[in-house]
Protein backbone atom coordinates (compact mmCIF):
# COMPACT_ATOMS: atom_id res chain seq x y z
CA UNK A 1 0.00 0.00 0.00
CA UNK A 2 1.32 3.31 -1.09
CA UNK A 3 0.85 6.08 0.98
CA UNK A 4 2.45 9.49 1.60
CA UNK A 5 3.49 10.60 5.12
CA UNK A 6 5.86 13.06 6.58
CA UNK A 7 8.53 11.63 8.52
CA UNK A 8 10.84 13.01 11.31
CA UNK A 9 13.98 12.73 9.11
CA UNK A 10 16.64 12.63 12.17
CA UNK A 11 14.58 10.06 14.07
CA UNK A 12 14.49 7.87 10.64
CA UNK A 13 17.99 7.91 9.77
CA UNK A 14 18.65 6.52 13.34
CA UNK A 15 16.33 3.88 13.36
CA UNK A 16 17.95 3.21 9.66
CA UNK A 17 21.31 3.08 11.39
CA UNK A 18 20.06 1.42 14.45
CA UNK A 19 18.21 -1.91 12.13
CA UNK A 20 20.81 -1.78 9.39
CA UNK A 21 18.30 -1.12 6.83
CA UNK A 22 18.78 1.11 3.69
CA UNK A 23 15.92 2.84 2.76
CA UNK A 24 13.11 4.56 5.13
CA UNK A 25 10.42 2.02 4.23
CA UNK A 26 12.36 -0.53 5.48
CA UNK A 27 12.67 1.44 8.72
CA UNK A 28 9.36 2.13 8.98
CA UNK A 29 8.33 -1.52 8.52
CA UNK A 30 10.18 -2.96 10.88
CA UNK A 31 9.09 -0.40 13.77
CA UNK A 32 5.79 -1.05 12.99
CA UNK A 33 6.68 -4.81 13.17
CA UNK A 34 8.64 -4.02 16.53
CA UNK A 35 4.99 -2.59 18.18
CA UNK A 36 3.32 -5.04 16.96
CA UNK A 37 5.29 -8.09 18.01
CA UNK A 38 5.80 -5.72 21.79
CA UNK A 39 2.03 -5.69 22.16
CA UNK A 40 1.60 -9.70 21.17
CA UNK A 41 4.22 -10.43 23.78
CA UNK A 42 2.43 -7.96 26.37
CA UNK A 43 -1.32 -9.64 25.42
CA UNK A 44 0.95 -13.07 25.99
CA UNK A 45 2.16 -12.26 29.40
CA UNK A 46 -0.90 -10.96 30.42
CA UNK A 47 -3.25 -14.20 29.58
CA UNK A 48 -0.31 -16.40 31.38
CA UNK A 49 -0.19 -14.51 34.18
CA UNK A 50 -2.20 -16.82 36.47
CA UNK A 51 0.19 -19.98 35.23
CA UNK A 52 2.15 -20.62 38.54
CA UNK A 53 5.61 -21.14 38.31
CA UNK A 54 7.62 -24.34 39.50
CA UNK A 55 10.78 -22.92 41.67
CA UNK A 56 11.86 -26.81 41.89
CA UNK A 57 10.54 -28.49 38.86
CA UNK A 58 12.87 -31.56 39.90
CA UNK A 59 11.36 -31.65 43.64
CA UNK A 60 7.79 -30.76 42.06
CA UNK A 61 7.74 -34.02 40.35
CA UNK A 62 9.08 -35.94 43.45
CA UNK A 63 6.58 -34.92 45.23
CA UNK A 64 3.99 -35.81 42.46
CA UNK A 65 5.28 -38.94 42.08
CA UNK A 66 4.84 -40.32 45.59
Do not use: F, Q, W
Not at 3 to 26: P, Q, S
Not at 43 to 60: N, Q
Request: hydrophobic share 45%.
Amino acid sequence: MRTVINLDDDACVEVMELLGVRTKTDAVNAALRDILRRRRLRVLLESTAHIPVIEDPEAHYRAANR
